[in-house]
Nanobody
């Protein structure tokens, strides 16, 4: 599976942004998909995850109520809708695919996209 994240950019606090992550391969629907983010010099942190059927979701406390993860298996794409963005959301955002349940552990994911940077100005 190859993943291509996009949609990042420079926005102001309070703005919204949607990050799509397009996947190649026919087995996309079998993977748990996750979003992680990383600030330079810090560890990569979990943001959100969605099960293969798109029913179960999980969010980091820091984004709960502001971010929404969704997927369209027909389009092999997972999305991260980000609303009410804050300066502390500034990071490079990565999408990932896992054959296991995935969850919050980055080590449980098998494939990673290249990352898309998001900068939120105050």
């Amino acid at each position: 599976v190859q993943l291509q994240a996009s949609g990042g950019g420079l926005v102001q606090a309070g703005d919204s942004l949607r990050l799509p992550c397009a996947a190649s391969g026919r087995t996309f629907s079998r993977y748990t998909m996750g979003w992680f983010r990383q600030v330079s010099g810090k560890e990569r942190e979990f943001v959100a995850a969605i099960g293969w059927r798109g029913v179960s979701t999980d969010y980091a406390d820091s984004v709960k109520g502001r971010f929404t993860i969704s997927r369209d298996n027909a389009k092999n794409t997972v999305y991260l809708q980000m609303s009410n963005l804050k300066p502390e959301d500034t990071a490079v955002y990565y999408c990932a695919a896992g054959r296991s349940s995935g969850g919050r552990d980055s080590g449980a994911y098998d494939y990673w996209g290249q990352g898309t940077p998001v900068t939120v100005s105050s």
